[in-house]
């Protein structure tokens, strides 16, 4: 029994109920956290695709720039694309996708030139750290990845690096960089071989590190250690989920 509220999810209609209506994969999701208040009423919200207390593997993805409560739903149609690849991947493992938007993240006109403060990320970073632990203690078997997409990356690699978020991968994506107190994948608190990391050719966020170092390194240099995939974009057609999509080549440079 999950100790959260469920529903059904329908990918092709993440704001609607699902009553009446089929869809592949139908999963429960779960409501984790809900603060509409919260982050100057940008809001705080989790969402769980899949039943964090008994899967397998939990992923818990942290977005970045421009990102508000008002969002959630963009931000749990992401997580089911996460569950269904996990579950395609693995049939005979189950899965528990999050989308975790509890800090404030930088929201405005000029997001990117407001990127280069670090005081968000560290903020978010004590919150993810006992959400994440507060998963971990109601089950404590599972196979945890963090996720971080552009400044919520750096969120990621400070909780790592400063409080030890109880995870077995990283996954850094469009970084501006992971922190200043950061100069190896090693300082997550994993070995190198378990944290990986991609950017898009034309990601404005991720150029920031590039030898600046306003956040610490370019994480996808060899230097840094980390396992590197590419992440430019090419279309896909999913016939099992009805519907054309981006997706990352996901394949290993190094």
């Given at each position: ?178 922190g200043q107190s950061i100069d190896h994948a090693t300082d997550l608190g994993v070995s190198a071989d378990h944290v990986f990391v991609a950017d ?55």
């Amino acid at each position: 029994t999950s100790m959260w509220s469920a529903a059904v999810f329908d990918p092709a209609f993440p704001g609607r109920n699902r009553a009446a209506r089929s869809s592949p994969l139908p999963v429960e999701t779960f409501l984790l956290v809900y603060k509409p208040e919260a982050h100057a009423s940008d809001g705080g919200v989790a969402i769980s695709v899949g039943d964090p207390t008994n899967a397998d593997n939990v992923a818990v993805t942290v977005p970045g720039i421009n990102t508000e409560g008002g969002g959630a739903a963009n931000g749990t149609r992401d997580a089911y694309n996460a569950y269904s690849s996990a579950r395609f991947s693995d049939p005979n493992s189950s899965t528990a996708s999050i989308f975790w938007l509890d800090y404030d993240s930088p929201s405005s006109d000029n997001a990117i030139t407001d990127t280069p403060s670090q005081t968000m990320a560290d903020r978010g970073a004590i919150t993810l750290n006992s959400f994440v632990r507060g998963l971990t203690e109601n089950n404590p078997n599972a196979h945890y990845t963090a996720i971080g997409h552009s400044y919520g990356s750096m969120l990621v690699a400070q909780a790592g690096a400063d409080y030890n978020l109880p995870v077995d991968d990283f996954v850094l994506i469009g970084s501006p960089g992971p922190g200043q107190s950061i100069d190896h994948a090693t300082d997550l608190g994993v070995s190198a071989d378990h944290v990986f990391v991609a950017d898009a050719s034309d990601d404005n966020v991720s150029k920031i590190s590039d030898g600046s170092f306003i956040h610490g390194p370019d994480i996808t240099r060899e230097g840094f250690g980390a396992v590197r995939f590419e992440a430019d974009l090419r279309t896909q057609v999913s016939p099992s989920l009805g519907f054309r999509r981006p997706q990352p080549l996901l394949h290993p440079r190094v």
